[in-house]
């Protein structure tokens, strides 16, 4: 069992890069999560979370080569390790354990 | 061989990138963030940009890059730290001790730093007042441009017009009579003149016992200043002290009461003092009872003729009435039963069985108008 605690941001960063696979790279990661929970993060939050998740052993990156138009920019690409996927596994169980024998009568109240 | 292609590729991008920093790029460096992730988000703002210069516009694409930076800037400050302090917490300490450090010295620096005198100024807009015949020493204040105060010992004065008067250049002036002089004071370059007032004060007395009520208005403090040829001095500079703040306070010359007592107020002018003593009564609407230790002050208004009067059990009093209004017919007092000494418009009783304290208006007035005043009675602790 891991003892890497994730925060939210961090989860769904964790998240978006595994459903990426190779293609999870800045932008194509905060267009991802706008997408999916339709909050706009900053680029800076996300860079700050990618930078600490790597810093954590979860990620791990590499530079691509320069994309083929005039001025083109080389990408940082990020791939989960297996200390990162060992980690969503764990995320997920505890998930399903905190929701479980809440189950379907549950009717979430608003306002 | 792929590798090497791709190294010089970076190594391109990042020299070409440095020549062209932006002073947010700067101040992120200098800030800690490390240096690839800030050429990644320079890249991935880059390729936002572009893809909303086409969808929105131009303008609209710049606002968005300007409000992206600001927002993503709190992120990254706080990451280089964290960075910082865990992997060089003795670098990051030094930093922030450095720039406390220096922030302080330039504030100290900033507050305390004096410069050359610029400024010579002489107290109480150029007039100096003095009621004493022995020495005294003139004080100008001295400053730098800034208005930072500093020492006036080098300060030198010179007499140069008036009634003659003894001054040392050190600034130490006789009075041996009254008059105005003129006396130039003098630092390096800078120069002022003081009005020189001896105005020699030979006695000071009070002229009244001092009654107030709390809650009422403040009151001229009751003193007469005379010189060697018994005239009133009434240009006067020296110092007034209240024995109980509790009781009374002062406002300027003048003097309010705070709570019912008694107190002192003595007066320094020259070379003498004097001392008055203050009684302060709580006012009320009926005089129906005063036990010991009260002290009550009662509005009297009287018509022609008319009198009020009270009964005062055994005991020690001192009772006054002062007239409110000074244009009117005074009004009077009298105690009947009772032993008393007058002094100073008091009455000092003592009531063996009970007495009657009368307020008239006087019989050989000449005035159809009524009069006013305060009855003021501080019936003694019994012993």
């Not at chain 1, 700050?48 to 979860?58: A, I, S, W």
């Not at chain 2, 040392?168 to 008059?179: D, F, I, L």
């Not at chain 2, 009520?213 to 005379?226: H, I, K, S, Y």
């Not at chain 2, 509790?246 to 003595?266: K, Y």
Request: one cysteine or more; a positive charge; charged letters at 25%.
């Amino acid at each position: 069992m891991s003892d890497t605690t994730l925060g939210t941001l961090e989860l769904t960063v964790l998240l978006s890069v595994a459903r990426l696979t190779n293609d999870a790279y800045g932008f194509a990661i905060r267009r991802d999560l706008a997408e999916r929970s339709g909050r706009d993060h900053s680029v800076g939050a996300i860079y700050t979370t990618l930078q600490r998740l790597q810093d954590k052993g979860l990620l791990t990156s590499h530079t691509s080569a320069p994309l083929p138009v005039r001025g083109g920019r080389s990408r940082r690409h990020y791939r989960l390790t297996a200390a990162g996927a060992r980690s969503l596994r764990e995320a997920k169980r505890h998930a399903e354990a905190a929701w479980a024998g809440v189950g379907s009568t549950f009717r979430p109240k608003l306002g | 061989m792929r590798h090497a292609a791709r190294t010089e590729s970076l190594v391109s991008i990042r020299r070409r990138r440095a020549t062209t920093s932006s002073l947010a790029e700067v101040v992120l460096r200098i800030a800690g963030v490390d240096q690839l992730i800030i050429d990644e988000l320079r890249g991935d703002l880059t390729e936002e940009y572009h893809f909303r210069v086409t969808r929105d516009g131009e303008t609209r694409a710049r606002c968005w890059r300007l409000y992206e930076s600001l927002r993503s800037a709190p992120y990254l400050g706080l990451s280089a730290l964290r960075s910082k302090a865990r992997h060089h917490p003795a670098q990051l300490t030094a930093v922030v001790g450095g720039a406390a450090l220096a922030a302080s010295l330039c504030i100290a620096v900033r507050v305390n730093a004096k410069g050359p005198p610029a400024l010579l100024t002489p107290q109480h807009n150029g007039a100096f007042i003095v009621n004493s015949v022995r020495p005294v020493k003139l004080w100008m204040r001295v400053a730098d441009a800034a208005g930072h105060q500093l020492p006036s010992v080098s300060v030198r004065y010179k007499w140069t017009s008036g009634v003659p008067v003894s001054v040392s250049p050190a600034g130490v002036v006789t009075c041996s009579q009254p008059g105005d002089a003129t006396v130039r004071a003098t630092l390096d370059a800078l120069e002022a003149s003081i009005s020189l007032l001896c105005r020699p004060v030979r006695d000071v007395r009070a002229t009244a016992l001092m009654d107030l009520v709390v809650g009422g208005d403040a009151q001229d403090l009751r003193f007469e200043a005379t010189d060697a040829s018994g005239r009133t001095v009434d240009q006067l500079a020296g110092e007034i002290i209240v024995g109980d703040s509790t009781i009374a306070t002062l406002e300027g010359q003048r003097i309010r009461a705070r709570a019912p007592g008694s107190t002192w107020v003595i007066l320094r002018l020259g070379d003498h003092e004097s001392f008055t003593s203050v009684h302060t009564y709580q006012r009320v609407a009926q005089l129906e009872r005063i036990l010991p230790g009260q002290r009550l002050a009662i509005d009297v208004r009287l018509e022609p003729r008319e009198t009020r009067q009270w009964t005062l059990p055994a005991g020690h009093y001192f009772l006054a009435i002062h007239p409110l209004q000074t244009k009117r017919t005074r009004p009077r007092l009298a105690v009947v039963g009772a032993t008393c000494k007058s002094e100073l418009d008091h009455f000092a009783c003592w009531v063996r069985d009970p007495a009657t304290v009368i307020a008239y208006f006087p019989r050989n007035a000449n005035q159809d108008q009524p009069t006013s005043g305060q009855l003021t009675i501080w019936r003694q602790e019994e012993p």
